[in-house]
């Protein structure tokens, strides 16, 4: 593989303090260097004037859907939208059919990335068998296969005993806990467990005040709890949704103007450390039926740039430095990772982003299978037009090279 230069782009990289125009290389999977690179001959040379270079994207809350529903998305059709949205890693969710609950399930899922997948792939595995809320799967073996952590996304573990159990198990092998969120009770409940138990939760798809203010006291008290946000609860309330439409039904549902302000007052001051577009592919028909029988769910790795940086960055709500962080430290701290870095020796995982790129979302321009989008003809400024992971340019200018493929 040939080194990679990326020429006279604004480097920025909040967590490794970086903030300059200059260039990168990457020789093999790591980045080789950073700030004035002279070119030395062979390179594949990128010129990112007026670009903003940013650490390789990571989003850890999308729906893949295989195995079990490939006519919404798949492994390659998910990263490849990934790709497109500069997210070099995804994390995704357990709840495919069967849901993800065993090691041999975690296994296929890392053999199918390996050979089709335009992008990193992490699966979390489910923290109860079946997803059915009553008997903890075996976090040791589902952590040897290769899971980065727990969740029952899509349902809460309703009873205390069995999440009790949950965390306790998960902490013996040190598996993070990612937990889906259905109100502020068991936001508390999960919070009172994790103090008792002296382990780490994050919550999934904050979305009301009183949620937010029960995360920022546990971090107070010192407890490891994390919250993530999603770009359409950041950027949409329910009181500007057209009423209706399937496409704004989201499970938690859109919130008030009054959350939407809690949320992004709660990212801006570091108690959200975590922007994730719980990517949630559904076919024409899902979305097809009476609004209360719709399934909930919307996509959102080709939008998620695009929405924080001409929703909350460009209107001052906040701070670039903030959302830089939020989808590459944050969520590389909540699964215990290695974070994608602008420094020597670090992973070759590169987002160019261009902040004064004017588009308008075109859903069936999407390399996403599905459709299901709420921010269809919307204008945004802000757009990604390259993703480099270990090195590999997967995505220029909307072109997708697939990294299973290639490798
Ligand atoms: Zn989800």
């Keep these: 593989m040939k080194a990679l230069l990326i020429k006279g782009g604004r480097l920025f990289d909040p967590a ?102 335009a992008v990193r792939v992490l699966p979390k595995c489910a923290i109860t068998r079946g997803q059915q809320g009553e008997k903890v799967t075996d976090f040791a073996a589902l952590r040897a296969a290769g899971a980065v952590a727990a969740s029952d996304d899509g349902f809460a573990v309703a009873d205390a005993g069995v999440m009790r159990e949950a965390m306790a198990a998960a902490k013996r092998v040190r598996l993070p806990l990612t937990v889906h969120v259905d109100g502020p009770e068991m936001v508390e409940r999960d919070i009172g467990l994790a103090a008792e138990l002296d382990w780490r939760v994050h919550f999934s798809h904050v979305s009301l005040a009183e949620e937010v203010e029960l995360i920022a006291g546990a971090r107070d008290r010192g407890l490891r709890v994390s919250g993530e946000a999603t770009p359409h609860h950041l950027s949409l309330c329910a009181e500007e949704a057209p009423e209706g439409d399937a496409n704004f039904r989201v499970n938690p549902p859109l919130r008030s103007a009054r959350d939407r302000a809690a949320l992004r007052q709660g990212l801006a001051d570091g108690v959200i450390s975590v922007i994730a577009s719980d990517h949630a592919p559904h076919s024409a028909e899902d979305k097809a039926q009476p609004y209360d ?83 269809a003809g919307r204008k945004l400024r802000g757009k990604a037009v390259a993703t480099i992971v270990g090195g590999r340019v997967v995505m220029r200018e909307d072109e997708i090279m697939e990294l299973g493929a290639a490798a």
């Design 16 to 117: 490794s303090r970086v903030d300059a125009v200059g260039d990168l290389l990457i020789q093999g999977d790591r980045i080789a260097a950073v700030g004035s690179v002279e070119r030395v001959g062979e390179e594949q040379v990128i010129e990112a004037a007026g670009l903003f270079v940013l650490p390789g994207l990571m989003d850890i809350h999308v729906h893949l859907r295989e195995p079990g529903q490939e006519h919404k998305e798949t492994i390659a059709s998910g990263t490849r939208a990934a790709a497109a949205g500069g997210f070099a890693l995804v994390a995704c969710e357990p709840n495919t059919s069967p849901p993800r609950d065993t090691a041999a399930r975690v296994r296929e899922v890392l053999e199918i990335a390996a050979r089709r997948a």
């Design 293 to 375: 029988q719709a399934r909930p769910g919307v996509i959102g790795l080709e939008t998620t740039v695009g929405v924080i940086w001409g929703e909350l960055i460009r209107s001052g709500l906040v701070a670039l430095e903030t959302v830089v962080k939020a989808t590459t430290s944050g969520p590389a701290e909540v699964l215990g990772i290695e974070a994608p870095a602008l420094r020597e020796g670090a992973m070759g995982d590169v987002a160019l982003v261009d902040p004064e790129c004017d588009w308008v979302v075109d859903p069936e321009q999407f390399q996403s299978k599905a459709r299901n989008c709420p921010f």
